[in-house]
DNA sequence: AACCGTCTCAACCGCATAGAG
DNA sequence: TCTCTATGCGGTTGAGACGGT
């Protein structure tokens, strides 16, 4: 049976932490650096567990943080790239230096994506409200009289481009099979091997190269033959995107 | 001044994953 | 290959701040 991440059967405290406690953890680590989180509390002298440690240094003690309010390039950065990644904001904070995941998705959550709704952009899938409703209105008509998937692949690069075109200023491209959570083709099996490659287009603006790869882990086909796929490959066929529920999105820094 | 609703953000929690043995 | 542990990540919570009535 696992421990419980948070153990506080041994009068763990809990809650804020007080200036002394920051203290002894800040002093700990600036001695001995980050290591074995599990064991700081008890060498640092404090009565929080290894988890709770990691957290307070992460987002709040480390002394590269920057504190205060995030610019309008920031701002710019996080939407374009939460439009890209989805709510990975671990890789997001990635790219904003000083800023933590913590501190980007709540500021996402209290500022950016009311700014967004007020905009009429969805904040999920970063695409204008209304033109989506009407999209979906004649998606809907389509698709029920006919069954062609090329069809729906139509409507929605079309829809694309038009929200590209409404809201340039995100420059959302075309990266429909980049990621589950931030593709929503309607049925990816139609893509050719040209849109697949184009997926993996670079966002000049963003200086990201955007990769589109299958993951290395051995992934069981459905006659129950074993595929090992190349971690790092780059052109992948359409037959192997089918196969893989996940793909994976590589950022290159 | 008191109450109430909303907002913000630090911290908690549980799950996923990497890596060691 | 399997099991176990430590760490990382993202969703959620709750206390305090703030503004409106």
Redesign the pocket.
């Known amino acids: 049976m ?5 153990d ?1 059967s041994q009068d763990k ?5 007080s200036k002394q406690e920051d203290q002894k953890l800040a002093d700990y680590i600036r001695v001995h650096g980050e ?5 700081i509390p008890r060498a640092a002298g404090l009565l ?1 567990c ?3 440690c ?3 240094w992460i ?2 003690l480390r002394p590269d943080l920057k504190r205060g309010n995030f610019g309008e390039d920031e701002e710019d950065l996080i939407i374009k790239l939460h439009a890209l990644l989805g ?5 997001i904070a990635g790219r904003l230096p000083g800023r933590t ?3 980007v ?3 996402w ?3 950016l994506r ?1 700014k967004l709704i007020k905009m009429g952009i969805d904040p999920n899938n970063h695409r204008s409200a209304h033109i989506l409703h009407h999209q979906q209105q004649v998606l809907d008509q389509r698709a029920s009289s006919e069954s062609d998937n090329l069809v729906k692949h139509k409507y929605y690069n079309d829809h694309h481009q038009q929200c590209n075109d409404n809201y340039p200023h995100h420059n959302l491209g075309t990266h429909k099979v980049i990621d589950d959570q931030v593709s929503e083709a309607p049925n990816s099996s139609t893509c050719s091997d040209e849109e697949y490659s184009s997926s993996a287009t670079l966002l000049p603006d963003l200086n990201l190269d955007l990769t589109m790869a299958i993951s290395p882990f051995t992934r069981q086909h459905t006659q129950g033959q074993t595929r090992h796929l190349n971690f790092m490959e780059s052109k992948v066929t359409t037959r192997e995107i089918e196969s893989c529920s996940s793909p994976t999105l590589l950022l290159f820094i």
């Open positions: 696992r421990k419980p991440c948070y506080h405290n809990k809650g804020a932490w290591s074995c989180w599990r064991s929080r290894g988890k709770s990691r957290l307070r987002n709040y709510n990975r904001w671990s890789l995941d913590n501190e998705k709540n500021y959550n209290s500022h009311r």
